[in-house]
């Protein structure tokens, strides 16, 4: 009854927003309007812990070490973009935007700037403030879109609650969306056939992470657990394209540790810390965890430690292979992030 009243409210919210937009609606349909089906993703993750799985044999559990492969392709990144400034005299340009003073994303940018300088590839950070307007971050979004020596354009998110993410995100030209947030980018990895200009840099850090660690994709059933516009669809979407059977998790889905189980492959990307606990995991089965959050630990220097989606501890001898948080995914995201940025200046001058 609560979840009627509540699709009920945001069915009603949902149309009195996008009427407007809506010229084909219809009462011949009793289907409601999509975006009115988009309610909040509560985690309710256990208040116990479910008791450990025993197996016959235990598995050793591979660890797939995301920085060394990352420090391998931004090596070679960093040889293109030399080789690259060396034929025409440039070096491909990435510009992010940064609203607020939210501290992971401080971090986060911080951490992109700094790949930047040590691959040779050149830099801009404009900083607003949490109370700006749209007008601001448009305006200085069309500045990047016209500026020649900028060829990757990038919004920190998440953006404040009062800005409208979707139109500042399209507002970032196709040709310029190094994050592969823009619709047609995203239409074009769902689509058979269509190559999209970019793919969202963390699910692309994902399968790179699998195929560089020797894991067979095609005909395998993997799980996404989440739903995000910028890894759970993303990552679906690109797990199919490589032959995977998919399912996706969410927070509305029954019994998600029966379907996880089954999986060959999990993707843990819902942001909540320790979700998917090692009775969850089929024996064997490979694990990418996207997940990172804060958790408060008095024993270490800054008082939290980072944990991911999955119970680490839990997962080794079950997993086959899982990625650490943190050094997992995390150092191939922003690599992702330098090879799309490489890829757009490379369409210009070579």
Same mark, same amino acid.
């Given at each position: 009854?609560?979840?009627?009243?509540?699709?009920?409210?945001?069915?009603?919210?949902?149309?009195?927003?996008?009427?407007?937009?809506?010229?084909?609606?219809?009462?011949?349909?009793?289907?409601?309007?999509?975006?009115?089906?988009?309610?909040?993703?509560?985690?309710?993750?256990?208040?116990?812990?479910?008791?450990?799985?025993?197996?016959?044999?235990?598995?050793?559990?591979?660890?797939?070490?995301?920085?060394?492969?990352?420090?391998?392709?931004?090596? $070679? &990144?960093?040889?293109? /973009? %030399?080789?690259? =400034?060396?034929?025409? @005299?440039?070096? #491909?340009?990435?510009?992010?935007? *940064?609203?607020?003073?939210?501290?992971?994303?401080?971090?986060?940018?911080?951490?992109?700037?700094?790949?930047?300088?040590?691959?040779?590839?050149?830099?801009?950070?404009?900083?607003?403030?949490?109370?700006?307007?749209?007008?601001?971050?448009?305006?200085?979004?069309?500045?990047?879109?016209?500026?020649?020596?900028?060829?990757?354009?990038?919004?920190?998110?998440?953006?404040?609650?009062?800005?409208?993410?979707? $139109? &500042?995100?399209?507002? /970032? %030209?196709?040709? =310029?969306?190094?994050? @592969?947030?823009? #619709?047609?980018?995203?239409?074009? *990895?769902?689509?058979?056939?269509?190559?999209?200009?970019?793919?969202?840099?963390?699910?692309?850090?994902?399968?790179?992470?699998?195929?560089?660690?020797?894991?067979?994709?095609?005909?395998?059933?993997?799980?996404?657990?989440?739903?995000?516009?910028?890894?759970?669809?993303?990552?679906?979407?690109?797990?199919?394209?490589?032959?995977?059977?998919?399912?996706?998790?969410?927070?509305?889905?029954?019994?998600?540790?029966? &379907?996880?189980?089954?999986?060959?492959?999990?993707?843990?990307?819902? @942001?909540?810390?320790?979700?998917?606990?090692?009775?969850?995991?089929?024996?064997?089965?490979?694990?990418?965890?996207?997940?990172?959050?804060?958790?408060?630990?008095?024993?270490?220097?800054?008082?939290?430690?980072?944990?991911?989606?999955?119970?680490?501890?839990?997962?080794?001898?079950?997993?086959?292979?899982?990625?650490?948080?943190?050094?997992?995914?995390?150092?191939?995201?922003?690599?992702?992030?330098?090879?799309?940025?490489?890829?757009?200046?490379?369409?210009?001058?070579?």
């Amino acid at each position: 009854m609560i979840a009627r009243k509540a699709l009920a409210s945001a069915h009603t919210k949902a149309i009195r927003l996008t009427t407007r937009d809506v010229h084909c609606f219809s009462s011949i349909l009793v289907s409601p309007p999509l975006v009115s089906l988009d309610l909040p993703e509560n985690w309710i993750p256990y208040s116990d812990p479910p008791p450990p799985v025993s197996f016959e044999t235990e598995q050793k559990t591979v660890v797939i070490d995301g920085n060394v492969i990352a420090e391998e392709i931004r090596t $070679k &990144i960093s040889s293109e /973009v %030399r080789k690259m =400034k060396k034929a025409v @005299g440039k070096v #491909p340009g990435l510009a992010v935007v *940064l609203v607020g003073q939210q501290r992971d994303s401080q971090t986060y940018v911080r951490n992109k700037i700094k790949a930047c300088e040590e691959t040779g590839i050149k830099s801009i950070l404009a900083e607003l403030p949490e109370d700006c307007t749209e007008g601001q971050i448009l305006s200085i979004l069309k500045k990047f879109n016209e500026d020649t020596s900028i060829h990757g354009i990038l919004v920190q998110l998440p953006l404040p609650q009062h800005l409208d993410e979707s $139109k &500042i995100l399209n507002m /970032v %030209r196709l040709e =310029k969306d190094v994050d @592969g947030f823009h #619709p047609l980018n995203v239409g074009n *990895l769902a689509m058979r056939g269509r190559e999209p200009l970019f793919v969202s840099c963390t699910p692309k850090g994902c399968v790179e992470l699998l195929i560089r660690a020797g894991v067979e994709i095609a005909g395998k059933n993997a799980v996404v657990i989440g739903r995000s516009n910028i890894v759970g669809l993303p990552m679906s979407l690109l797990l199919q394209r490589h032959d995977a059977t998919v399912s996706t998790v969410h927070a509305f889905t029954k019994d998600p540790e029966q &379907i996880t189980r089954k999986a060959d492959i999990v993707i843990a990307a819902a @942001g909540i810390p320790s979700l998917v606990r090692g009775s969850w995991l089929k024996p064997g089965a490979v694990v990418i965890d996207v997940g990172t959050s804060p958790v408060e630990d008095s024993s270490c220097e800054f008082g939290y430690r980072l944990v991911g989606d999955v119970c680490y501890e839990e997962a080794l001898g079950v997993a086959s292979a899982i990625t650490p948080v943190p050094g997992g995914v995390g150092p191939m995201t922003i690599t992702m992030l330098l090879c799309n940025t490489l890829d757009a200046a490379k369409r210009i001058f070579l």
